[in-house]
């Protein structure tokens, strides 16, 4: 029988995690005509796993990954990705293309193309040292040898003017309140455990409501699957408000975890 906090008890929880609200409000400058983000976060050992297994060249933080008392810390961030603005879709742009080049986009926004075989090649993002340091502790790929935060904002948040701490500091803010909430809990408790998808959606339910079931995607690998990351769909306008049960927009397809999966741990 699974354990969590009464629903209305969680709903004030943000409310205790003030320190982690680094960030002022996440506004788009230009192309605000968007309904929601995707908050994607990887189960960071199964990331590690995926790359493993298929002979990827392995980034130095999965080569120095280590246990970690608090399991829920292996829920790490990979980004935070505005939904296709209505004004870019109307010069014939659809989803597709969209999520494969983000701001690089033509005809609009036509910025330069960030590729992921080479993140480091991506300007700098003009972070400043207070959030860079705060990001490396939840973006294992900040900084160092991988870039991962360069191509994000290159990708996904340049077009849109953000502030770089503003655009990375709610990504950390998003990342704590899920490591902190019931469903936290629940991967934490499970770390190293194959788990149904029923559980999962059964833990998310009892932390946010069953909206938010409908709106997490969830990506898995290897055979028996283990779990690789979860894209999380979230409304514009609840943004910059602690996640609560009308934070979340359903989307379309759940992912291709099945049944049961597995919350893999560090080693190979």
Known sequence: MMNFTPRHLLLCTPLLLSPLAFADALQPSQYGDFDRYVLALSWQTGFCQSMHDHNRNEPAECKAQQEQADKSAFLTVHGLWPGLPKSVASRGVDEKRWMRYGCATRPVPNMAEARASNKCAAPDTGLSVEMASKL????????????????????????????????FGTMVRLNGEVKHSAFGQFLAQHYGQVVTRKAFNQAVKQTWGSDAVNAIKLTCDGNPAYL???????????????????????????????KSFRLDAVGY
């Open 136 to 167: 490396a502790g939840v973006m294992p790929g900040a900084g160092g040898q991988s870039c991962l935060e360069r191509y994000e904002y290159a990708k996904h948040g340049v077009c849109f003017g953000f502030n770089p701490d503003d655009y």
């Open 228 to 258: 690789t990351e979860m894209q999380i769909s979230l409304l514009a306008d609840k943004i910059n408000q602690p996640l609560q049960t009308a934070s979340f927009a359903p989307q379309k397809h759940p992912g291709n975890c099945g």
